[in-house]
């Protein structure tokens, strides 16, 4: 009775205050947007390549336009070598005989140039291939950037509204002398906390559906392995994040402290966990460490079920990592918490 | 014989670090009785009042609330017993219904929500968010959320401290009807006609003990004579003791660039006073008097305001 009224409350309080419902369900949406948009996969950028003036020189340029891959002007001498110092060229082509290339070799953008360049040139100029090879180019779902992107939203969300909905809410209810208040009536202390875990579970139920619902209509996200798989996991997730918000709670008497906690908590996983790019950029020294981290496990586990549809043998070292975090979270902050 | 009161307390102390708070004080509270603890800021009220409210420890005393103890019977008090802290904020966006409701939720046994709103007058804000409530009705609705439980024994600090008069007014009417109820109330206050409009009994405390004990009127009565004549002069001095024991005065006291004299008779000791300064050849600056109150009854016991 009391704890369905305290998590009534939570959720009143929670919906009461459009700053958290922005930062919850909006946010994660216009990021989803914002870097689907930013990385969507485009087809290949045509390299720059400036023609320089002289007999030839038309020809040469009609060669180039002929390629799709080469976007190609004919300028100046003078005009040719500032395109290329301030990289709006890639290449210079003097006509010859013999054609010339004028390029930085150790700009991989000019040595693209180069082959591409030149290849068009010789072809034009009647080359034919001895050997025949056919493409097959691969941009299907599940390998694209925004793919790898919503797993590591879902997971910074179920972090950031853990640590947040539950750390903030505790201590901002100690601060205002509330949380004495409470437990000066016949209150049972473990519903009072528990409602925060409920809370988090009602939230959980909402947020998967609408951030993995958009990025299914908007980007034709999937999920590859099991749903079923991939709601215990945010579900472990989320108690792990929760627990945390807690241990941070326990003893923090105003918010701004808090919040300090909280940010030290979150940063360096926001850093390296993964999000947005793949933690295996970092060096292999770090790597136990990342690897270790209740985010990256969450994470990995999420891109598992979602890209590669992993089962549950191959997210059983994260979720352990999730299960053991959860429950020594959770000891550390009941033995550790504060209540007056 | 503790099953008759609903407060019993001996020898109570309790430290914080070096800080003294409360430093060996006894209490006892009949059922049904509204209690007042009396004193200036920082005499130890609110420690006091804490530790009979199971929020904090004891540094050593025994405590006794409606014949049990914190230690073994947190339970059942918690059930029994209604608080107001003296700074509780509720949460902003919920409405009195809901916050009431909420409490209601942790007792057993209690009354219904809607009896309790109607006991505070908070009808009309029975859907207002408490951020839109006024001092007065915050208030109000602190005391509402120590009555959802239907407690035998409320605890109230400072329940009027810092609102209007109005509004001190209004609470008095429920703190009133409470009484009537039968209910027993501790209420701690540093507002004098507070305590001597709603205690059947006080207290005075300060520096953690109590100093006087007493319904209001004995303490006046006993302490304080039953008016206070204050005056002044114009430069001279006067010889004070000779002031001092003019006929029906008890004593004399320096107040506020002039005296106050605690008398039993003002009629026969202002012609005395009067005749007293002319001999003198004082000039009078300004003369009143007034009843005596529980601010005289502290003045004289302390020397000091009880607002310093």
Known sequence: ?340 | MSESLAIRCRGLVKHYEAVVAVDGLDLEVGRGECFGLLGPNGAGKTSTLEVLEGLIEPTSGEVEVLGLTWSADERTLRERLGITLQETRLPEKLTVLEILRLFRSFYLRGRNVDEVIALVSLEEKRSAWYEKLSGGQKQRLAVACALVGDPELLFLDEPTTGLDPQSRRQLWDVVLGLKAEGKTVLLTTHYMDEAERLCDRVAIVDRGRVIALGTPRELIARLAGHAVVEFAVDGALLDENALGSLPGARALRRSAGGYALTVDRVHVTVPALLAHLEASRAPLERLSTHSATLEDVFVTLTGRQLRD
């Open chain 1, 1 to 340: 009775m009391s704890l369905l009224e305290l998590t009534l409350t939570r959720l009143r309080l929670f919906f009461r205050e459009p700053s958290a419902v922005f930062w919850t369900f909006i946010f994660p949406i216009l990021l989803t947007v914002a870097l689907g948009v930013a990385f969507r996969n485009r087809p290949p950028e045509p390299v720059s390549a400036a023609v320089e003036e002289g007999p030839g020189a038309p020809e040469l340029a009609a060669a180039l336009r002929r390629d799709s891959r080469i976007r190609s002007q004919v300028v100046s001498h003078e005009k040719a070598r500032t395109e290329l110092r301030a990289s709006r060229a890639a290449l210079v082509v003097s006509p010859g005989p013999p054609v010339s290339y004028t390029f930085d070799p150790t700009r991989p953008e000019s040595r693209l140039a180069r082959a591409l360049v030149d290849d068009a040139l010789q072809r034009a100029a009647g080359r034919v291939d001895p050997l025949r090879v056919v493409e097959r180019r691969v941009t299907e779902p599940g390998s694209r950037y925004v793919d790898f992107l919503v797993p590591g939203l879902i997971g910074l969300n179920i972090m950031s509204s853990g640590m947040w909905g539950v750390a903030f809410v505790i201590v901002e209810t100690r601060q205002k002398k509330l949380l004495k208040r409470l437990i000066a009536t016949p209150m049972r202390k473990g519903e009072f906390l528990l409602s925060f875990v409920f809370l988090r579970m009602l939230f959980l139920a909402l947020e998967l559906p609408v951030l993995l619902g958009f990025a299914r209509i908007a980007f034709e996200v999937g999920v590859r392995g099991s749903l079923a798989l991939l709601v215990a996991l945010s579900l472990l997730g989320a108690l792990a994040f929760a627990g945390l918000g807690l241990l941070v709670a326990a003893r923090s008497t105003n918010t701004q402290t808090a919040s300090g906690l909280i940010n030290l908590v979150m940063m360096p996983m926001f850093l390296l966990s993964g999000v947005f790019f793949s933690a295996t950029n970092f060096p292999e020294v770090m790597q136990p460490l990342i690897r270790a981290l209740p985010l990256t496990a969450l994470i990995d586990a999420l891109r598992g079920i979602m890209n590669e549809g992993a089962g549950l043998a191959a997210v059983a070292r994260p979720a352990l990592i999730l299960a053991l975090v959860a429950i020594a979270s959770f000891a550390l902050a009941l033995r550790a918490f504060r209540w007056s």
